[in-house]
């Protein structure tokens, strides 16, 4: 067997390409808020789009994310939880 032998094929490749496309986020607003204790964090909210123009089974799907890149979810129109603190914002 040589090097060459263990290259993956270019229609494997393709395959992998195909597989491993990137999900497109578009940002559509940001929030200033702050923490019980007056940290301030900004959070903002993304739309998950069709990862290929023609794949159109993908429905939209809002995440949130702070701007260091915490994880968050929208409790009500005024709060948001960090997931892994358990912090509560608070939209300022």
Not at 15 to 33: D, G, L, P, S
Not at 38 to 48: A, N, T
Not at 68 to 89: K, N, P, Y
């Amino acid at each position: 067997m040589t090097n060459t032998d263990l290259r993956p094929s270019i229609e494997c490749t393709a395959v992998i390409q195909w597989v491993f496309v990137m999900a497109n986020y578009k940002e559509t607003r940001r929030f200033h808020c702050e923490n019980d204790v007056g940290m301030h964090y900004v959070v903002i909210e993304q739309i998950l789009t069709a990862r290929l123009e023609l794949d159109v089974s993908t429905t939209p799907r809002t995440d949130y994310v702070t701007e260091a890149g915490e994880v968050a979810e929208r409790l009500d129109d005024h709060t948001f939880l960090l997931l892994l603190s358990d912090e509560v914002l608070h939209i300022a």
